[in-house]
């Protein structure tokens, strides 16, 4: 079967680092998707690795690593309204998003 | 980036009515649209899929004749929900793809059904 895993909630301090983990075994590889979700709202697209390396947007970095299955979302110098759900998805063989079922990062002041 | 609009963003609705959702994307060609409902506290799970001009693909327990999926043109896809009923109440997102393989998400429709 296809599966995505990553944590289910993790905590940070503001003005840290915090890095959120993907691993995912899913049917042929499209490329991998992070978005961010605030509470009501829907996702907004932060990044997209279908090369293995590192791909640095700002103050968000995202990793991959197809032989392993993983990739990591990394968030610099923390602000409050980085609070948020964090959800990993892969494209599979047929064009379809498979997605986990998200981060909750709450930041603390 | 592209845009895509979903509207309404919040919708009331009585039960036994039905309630349309518009999905555009408005400066690209989506060539394939997904759409999404999201429970309470739970990741999106994806409804069905359509491409411009064919019938769309249901998920496996996504009711066809209750969710009403029309991707009439490149830049328009609708979701109908008929006969709606409380537990449709959700939150429902549609997202479209292009010739490329990153997908767009609208802004979400809040249903409501009273």
């Known amino acids: 079967g296809q599966n995505i895993d990553q944590p289910t909630e993790m905590t940070a301090t503001e003005g840290a680092i915090v890095q959120i983990n993907c691993t995912y075994q899913?049917?042929?590889?499209?490329?991998l998707f992070w978005y961010q979700q605030h509470a009501g709202e829907a996702p907004t697209f932060l990044s997209y690795?279908?090369l293995d390396g590192l791909e640095e947007k700002g103050r968000f970095s995202s990793f991959l690593s197809r032989s392993k299955g993983y990739s990591y979302l990394l968030l610099k110098e923390l602000q409050m309204k980085d609070s948020a759900s964090y959800l990993c998805?892969?494209?599979?063989?047929?064009?379809?998003?498979?997605w986990g079922a998200g981060t909750k990062l709450i930041i603390k002041p | 980036g592209a845009v895509v609009s979903q509207h309404p963003s919040r919708v009331i609705c009585k039960s036994g009515t039905s309630v349309k959702i518009e999905c555009r994307s408005l400066?690209?060609?989506?060539?394939?649209m997904f759409w999404y409902r999201q429970f309470p506290k739970k990741s999106l799970m994806l409804m069905a899929t359509?491409?411009?001009?064919?019938?769309?693909?249901?998920e496996q327990g996504v009711e066809k004749d209750k969710f009403l999926i029309n991707h009439a043109s490149l830049t328009l896809s609708t979701l109908t929900v008929t006969s709606a009923h409380p537990e449709d109440s959700s939150f429902y997102i549609c997202?479209?793809?292009?010739?490329?393989?990153?997908?767009?998400f609208g802004q979400g429709t809040r249903l409501t059904v009273v």
């Open positions: 997202s479209a793809r292009g010739t490329d393989t990153e997908a767009f």
């Open positions: 400066d690209f060609q989506a060539t394939t």
């Open positions: 359509s491409n411009e001009g064919s019938k769309a693909t249901y």
């Open positions: 899913t049917s042929g590889f499209n490329g």
């Open positions: 690795n279908v």
């Open positions: 998805a892969v494209m599979d063989s047929n064009y379809q998003l498979i």
